[in-house]
């Protein structure tokens, strides 16, 4: 093999370094003569003898670069490409050292040795150079120090990317092993590192990691690593993704540390607390997350598909029902911008329409979901779960034939049902307009089973509340086993399912079964629950159902408690109050019956047809003789308001007026049976036989005599 001795590229010499050749007793190192061949390597042409680099004389056993920091080459005049070279068989000795005590000029700090002592040239200096694999070990190598370096940097890539990739499988247990594992091995965490292991916490199934992600976070500045927006980013969506409802006040402590390190926010970064807004506890932050989103356009950050689903999913988990309208509105700008919406965004906008106050909006929910399929976008699980959820909360009861339909679709097209999607179906058939359909609800359970989906609690609780819906009274009982089986398959109760039990106890045919339910409450305060609304609200309708009277003065003291704890009213709590004033044995408490309906008003709750109905009956119930004149006059008002009276109405009304001190009242009774007739409302039986009679009374010219018991 020839060796290029072509005079071009030279080893510096002492004078080119700023030195004198004869200063140090060596010899400058000019063109002395070629290497011959092969067999001579290692001899000068002048005698003189090249000694080979030893290892541990200051060379790396690695080739190292020959381009500088700039990019530019470091070997001088003789540059060739490698395929020239290796066409003609040349090693390039040109910047080989001579001798191991060879002394340059320590201002170059390039690599040399003095004494043993290692001493760095710098870029201006002449990069040592080697072609060759044969020569390669004996040539470069590096100092002890220099080799711990290296293997600590291996170490640490090698540890960084395990750690990603057990992140991105959400196992994030065994990232913090292997971060020990790397600590032990005293390979120090950089920048990357710790955004990994942030990251791993982020994505931890069933829920982040926040606290952990956290440590981490405190553990990098203390180290003196600083942080990115990476970091933040990874950080942020930690807090967004906790279990439970995300930390978004943490999230926002987080983003204003941020911006005061002067580290600029990007698209990831606002997408990230938007999300975080999304998913706060007890129902969004949506207002906060519009003004992100107002400010990141405002700083010319520009939204993304990731923003624009997160935004919409704010919207649709609103608090007391979705801003479905402001959601619609944002996909149209989505579409307007050229911002293509996937899965998540239709999933998010059909949750929108699920989650509607007053009721879904299930016509629109089913139209963007044929507007999916026309696009290209396939509907998954989420997709029809979401879409059998609106069928589920459909205004004026369940739309649970179509659900059933989107059911037999979704495993048509080959998308498995899981947990939610039976939980949904039998919520479905559990608001039934009229009384639940019970009996399906359990087919569909039976199924679940045996397809080997594991109940959780939201199956039960939806299976529960269908058998307190079944028409003509609860099936109470069912609702008794199946809260012992969830218990005995290790599912844990929670406050819906105690909710849903007591409903089952209120709602029992033959009055209800008060005592169990008290018994329900105090077991659920025992194991730390707080009820809500709707056990209240469920609680106090069990007092006013009270078989041979209400226990009106508990129903009272629940609702005192409940506004002592600062729980919501409801139009449904002051209706269930109000109906158990009316049910008092021996007669209604009709003056707390006028008192709540004035305390409803004054809170601004809207008073619906049950409401009205109640107080009506109570009216109609009033010890000694009907309080007809107040219920005539709430009447009149209920319709002022707009409140359609419906046959329980008129049946109260008219009871009212049968039972007046002195007799029927029978010029009314005849004006609210015409107006009935005119409102297409039918009469029932009770009340049909009792106008007959009041007309016949009338024609005869007798008073007082007919009375409605």
Not at 9 to 22: D, M
Not at 220 to 225: E, F, I, N, P, Q
Not at 236 to 256: H, P, T, V, Y
Not at 640 to 648: A, F, L, N, S
């Amino acid at each position: 093999m020839a060796i290029a001795g072509d005079g071009k590229s030279r080893l510096p010499s002492p004078e080119r370094e700023g030195g004198k050749a004869g200063g140090s007793g060596e010899r400058p190192i000019s063109s002395r003569g070629n290497v011959q061949d092969q067999s001579g390597m290692g001899r000068r042409t002048d005698g003189d003898s090249i000694e080979p680099p030893r290892q541990g004389d200051g060379f790396s056993s690695r080739p190292r670069s020959s381009k500088r920091r700039d990019g530019k080459s470091l070997g001088g005049g003789a540059k060739r490409s490698d395929r020239q070279k290796k066409e003609r068989g040349v090693v390039d000795f040109s910047c080989v050292q001579q001798h191991r005590e060879t002394k340059l000029n320590p201002a170059r700090r390039m690599s040399q040795t003095r004494g043993g002592e290692r001493v760095i040239l710098d870029d201006a200096g002449v990069q040592r150079q080697m072609r060759g694999r044969a020569l390669a070990p004996a040539l470069l190598g590096g100092s002890g120090q220099e080799r711990r370096v290296d293997s600590s940097a291996r170490l640490l890539k090698m540890y960084t990317a395990r750690i990603s990739k057990a992140g991105k499988q959400g196992k994030w247990r065994e990232t913090l092993q292997l971060f020990e594992e790397m600590k032990n091995r005293k390979a120090k965490p950089n920048q990357i590192t710790y955004n990994t292991l942030i990251s791993a916490m982020a994505k931890a199934p069933g829920g982040s990691e926040w606290e952990r992600a956290l440590q981490f976070f405190t553990e990098m500045k203390r180290k003196g690593v600083k942080p990115n927006q990476i970091t933040y980013s990874s950080l942020i969506s930690a807090m967004a993704k906790a279990s439970g409802g995300s930390e978004w006040d943490r999230a926002l402590q987080l983003f204003a540390e941020m911006k005061q390190e002067g580290v600029e926010p990007d698209d990831r970064m606002y997408s990230a607390l938007i999300s975080a807004m999304a998913n706060a506890p007890g129902g969004s932050e949506w207002e906060r997350a519009l003004q992100f989103f107002t400010e990141m356009k405002r700083k010319g950050v520009k939204p993304n598909q990731i923003t624009y689903s997160s935004l919409i999913s704010a919207m649709a988990k609103a608090s007391g029902g979705s801003e479905w309208d402001r959601a619609l509105q944002l996909f149209a700008e989505m579409k307007q911008e050229k911002i293509e919406p996937n899965d998540k965004t239709y999933n998010a906008l059909i949750s929108a329409m699920a989650n509607a106050s007053g009721g879904s909006q299930w016509g629109r929910a089913l139209q963007l979901c044929d507007e999916m399929k026309r696009e290209g976008v396939k509907p998954g699980t989420i997709t029809y779960n979401t879409l059998i959820s609106a069928m589920a909360k459909a205004p004026g009861g369940s739309e649970w034939d179509r659900a059933l339909q989107l059911f037999a679709e979704m495993k048509r097209e080959g998308v498995e049902p899981d947990n939610f999607t039976y939980a949904a179906l039998m919520s479905a058939m559990a608001n039934v307009a009229g009384g639940s359909e019970w009996e399906t609800a359990l087919q569909l359970f039976a199924e679940m089973k045996q397809e080997g989906v594991e109940p959780h609690d939201r199956a039960y609780n939806a299976l529960i509340s269908a058998m307190a819906k079944a028409s003509g009274g609860s099936e109470w009982e069912r609702a008794v086993q199946l809260f012992a089986e969830m218990k005995r398959e290790g599912v844990e109760p929670t406050d819906g399912t105690y909710s849903a039990l007591i409903s089952a106890m209120a709602n029992a045919s033959g009055g209800s079964q008060w005592e169990i339910a008290l018994q329900l409450f105090e077991k659920m305060k025992k194991e730390e629950m707080e009820p809500d609304d709707v056990t209240y609200t469920s609680l106090i309708s069990a007092m006013a159902n009270a078989p041979g009277g209400s226990q009106w003065e508990r129903a009272l003291h629940f609702f005192a408690e409940m506004k002592r704890e600062g729980v919501e009213r409801n139009e449904i709590t002051y209706s269930s109050l109000i109906s158990a004033m009316a049910k008092a044995p021996g007669g209604s408490e009709w003056e707390w019956a006028v008192q709540l309906l004035a305390e409803m008003k004054q809170g601004e709750i809207e008073p619906n047809d049950k409401t009205y109905n109640s107080f009506i009956s109570a009216m109609a119930k009033a010890p000694g003789g009907s309080q007809w004149g107040r219920a005539l006059h709430f009447f009149a008002e209920m319709k002022r308001d707009g409140v359609e009276p419906t046959d329980g109405t008129y049946s109260a009304l008219i009871s009212a007026i049968a039972k007046a001190p002195g007799g029927i009242q029978w010029e009314w009774a005849e004006q609210l049976f015409a107006e009935m007739e005119e409102a297409g409302v039918h009469p029932d039986t009770i009340t049909y036989s009792f106008l007959t009679l009041a007309k016949t009374d009338k024609r005869h010219g007798k008073r007082g005599r007919v009375r409605l018991s």
